[in-house]
């Protein structure tokens, strides 16, 4: 059974990046073509940040695109996350999520709350 | 970017109740669409992946329709541990995205 746990500073000054890794056990990472990152606003819905496939190509949400980097280690088995120039509205809880074949999220992360505030 | 709507946005129900909640994209996303169950400070879980895949472990109880634009997951008999947030998502395109979610509560 894969499990994803989502790890970095709760805490993020503004204009600062925000940093998040994304370990990933008992099974490969390659053994899924794609892993996305979703965030959830305190109180508010989900918003897709992005994918990132094995290989290392990334698609992005054009929301995001010009602040987020995605990237992926096959040697520590782990997907990591940067945000640059953050601001308050960047506070939320970041998830890692598997992508499946038909592409919906099959397996997440407990996630992890980022707070923007100096 | 397709947007997703959802509704009602939430709906109080008892148990055994039949619910039904409705999904509608603004574009036609063919059967890409998938539905997830979020409890509190919980992440989300997936119930039903392309319209009507029940995603392993996921009880019969939950079911998934349409097609297109319009679709719908059903509850056919709502147990303590249904009450929570649904949302649902379209993987027919990037950006993905979600609506904005159903609470059912009693």
């Known amino acids: 059974q894969v499990e994803l746990q989502e790890s970095g500073p709760g805490l993020v000054k503004p204009s600062g990046t925000l940093s998040l890794t994304c370990a990933v056990s008992?099974?490969?990472?390659?053994?899924?073509?794609?892993w996305s990152w979703v965030r959830q606003p305190p109180g508010k819905g989900l918003e897709w940040i992005g994918e990132?496939?094995?290989?290392?190509?990334?698609n992005y949400n054009p929301s995001l695109r010009s602040r987020v980097t995605l990237s992926v280690d096959k040697s520590k088995n782990q997907l990591s996350l940067k945000m640059s120039s953050v601001s308050a509205a960047d506070t939320a809880v970041y998830y890692c999520?598997?992508?499946?074949?038909?592409?919906?999220?099959?397996?997440w992360g407990q996630g992890t709350l980022v707070t923007v505030s100096s | 970017d397709i947007q997703m709507t959802q509704s009602p946005s939430s709906l109080s129900a008892s148990v055994g109740d039949r619910v039904t909640i409705t999904c509608r994209a603004s574009?036609?996303?063919?059967?890409?669409l998938n539905w997830y169950q979020q409890k509190p400070g919980k992440a989300p879980k997936l119930l039903i992946y392309?319209?009507?895949s029940l995603q392993s472990g996921v009880p019969s109880r939950f079911s998934g329709s349409g097609s297109g634009t319009d679709f719908t997951l059903t509850i056919s008999s709502l147990q303590p541990e249904d009450f929570a947030t649904y949302y649902c998502?379209?993987?027919?395109?990037?950006?993905?995205?979600f609506g904005p979610g159903t609470k059912v509560d009693t």
């Open positions: 999520a598997r992508v499946g074949a038909l592409r919906p999220f099959d397996n």
């Open positions: 008992g099974g490969s990472i390659s053994s899924s073509n794609w």
């Open positions: 990132i496939h094995q290989s290392g190509s990334a």
């Open positions: 574009q036609s996303i063919s059967s890409y």
């Open positions: 392309a319209t009507s």
């Open positions: 998502q379209q993987s027919y395109s990037t950006p993905f995205t």
